[in-house]
Nanobody, 115 residues
Framework: QVDLVESGGGLVQPGGSLRLSCVAS????????MGWYRRAPGKQRELVAA???????DYATSVQGRFTISRDNAKNTVHLQMNSLKPEDTAVYYC?????????WGQGTQVTVSS
């Protein structure tokens, strides 16, 4: 069992930055790959970024070059650094932990990009 709690969301102007954090509780955090998803108003949930246990990093085309995912196994934490934010980045962002057998989700944190 992995419990995930996201934080760091808020209101930011276009071009600004936010850093999201996801703190995990539970055993064997290091055996799970981690991902960030988002659900924008009226849209389906989409994968934003993922960091596997093997060190592979993947990003959605829409955020490539602007967002960076990182993880710290010692602190049971994964981050999403978001730069050059755009209004279309507005969404609820969810932390995800997964392996071949399990899939866990956080409660989400709201990110609003607006002038």
């Amino acid at each position: 069992q992995v419990d995930l709690v996201e934080s760091g969301g808020g209101l930011v102007q276009p071009g600004g930055s936010l850093r999201l954090s996801c703190v995990a509780s539970g055993h064997a955090f290091s055996i799970y790959s981690m991902g960030w998803y988002r659900r924008a108003p009226g849209k389906q949930r989409e994968l934003v970024a993922a960091r596997t246990t093997g060190g592979r990093t993947d990003y959605a085309t829409s955020v490539q070059g602007r967002f960076t995912i990182s993880r710290d196994n010692a602190k049971n934490t994964v981050h999403l650094q978001m730069n050059s934010l755009k209004p279309e980045d507005t969404a609820v962002y969810y932390c995800n932990a997964y392996n071949p057998d399990k899939n866990y989700w956080g409660q989400g944190t709201q990110v609003t990009v607006s002038s």
